[in-house]
Nanobody, 125 residues
Framework: VQLQASGGGLVQAGGSLRLSCAAS????????VAWFRQAPGKEREFVAA????????YYADSVKGRFTISRDNAKNTVYLQMNDLKPEDTAVYLC???????????????????WGQGTQVTVSS
C-alpha cells in the first residue's frame, strides 16, 4: 500500500490544520492506520490511530481533546484534524499503516510496514 500525506503548513498558536493520508494500491480495510510525528532531534512519536480497521480512535495524551482522527472509506483516506495547535506540535507528521499489528504494538513506529512521505507542520508562537 502506498500512502500520501498532505495538508501541513505554517500556522499561529491556537490555529488549526487538517492533514490527509490517502492510500493507493489497496484499501485500508483491516489495516491499522496511524499518525506519528517527529520533531528535530527527537524520536518519532505516536499521535493517533485506528486499530485494524476499527472506528475507535486512539490518541497520545499530548493531543487528546485537540486532535481528531477520522476516516473516509470511500476515499480510502484518513484525516487528522488538529485544533488549538501549540508550538510544541511543530514536527513532520507521517502516516503509517500495517496489516498485522497487535494492540500493544499500535504506538510503536518500528512495527509499521508502510509509511507516507511526511508533511511539515510548523506552529509559531
Amino acid at each position: 500500500v502506498q500512502l500520501q500525506a498532505s495538508g501541513g503548513g505554517l500556522v499561529q498558536a491556537g490555529g488549526s490544520l487538517r492533514l490527509s493520508c490517502a492510500a493507493s494500491g489497496r484499501t485500508f480495510g483491516r489495516y491499522t492506520v496511524a499518525w506519528f510525528r517527529q520533531a528535530p532531534g527527537k524520536e518519532r512519536e505516536f499521535v493517533a490511530a485506528f486499530f485494524r480497521g476499527g472506528y475507535n480512535p486512539y490518541y497520545a495524551d499530548s493531543v487528546k481533546g485537540r486532535f481528531t482522527i477520522s476516516r473516509d472509506n470511500a476515499k480510502n483516506t484518513v484525516y487528522l484534524q488538529m485544533n488549538d495547535l501549540k508550538p510544541e506540535d511543530t514536527a513532520v507528521y507521517l502516516c503509517a499503516a500495517d496489516g498485522g499489528l497487535i494492540m500493544s504494538s499500535m504506538t510503536l513506529s518500528q512495527q509499521y510496514d508502510y509509511w507516507g512521505q511526511g508533511t511539515q507542520v510548523t506552529v509559531s508562537s
